[in-house]
């Protein structure tokens, strides 16, 4: 397709501390990589920053691989959080 002609407001993200099943980073990361694949993301942020690549690196997650895990999830969290716990 194409870029959305809407840009998030950064504000309106996750805050840098919030967690998905203990897991922090996780949902602004995963809010982020949505907005990134929209064309949404504005130009103050970056997807692949200190803290995403703090997350990628504690993770063992490529950040291209995390941007098609939520393209493919469609916007199920619980299938972006199974693959970033890993199997059990």
Known sequence: GTSSTHVIAA???????????????????IEKARAR??????????YGCGGDRKFFKKHDVHPADFLRLVWAAKGDDGKILHYVLGPS
């Open 11 to 29: 504000e309106n993200l996750p805050a840098k501390d919030s967690e998905l099943h203990g897991i922090p980073w996780l949902p602004r990361l």
């Open 37 to 46: 694949l929209r064309g949404e993301l504005p130009d103050e942020l970056m």
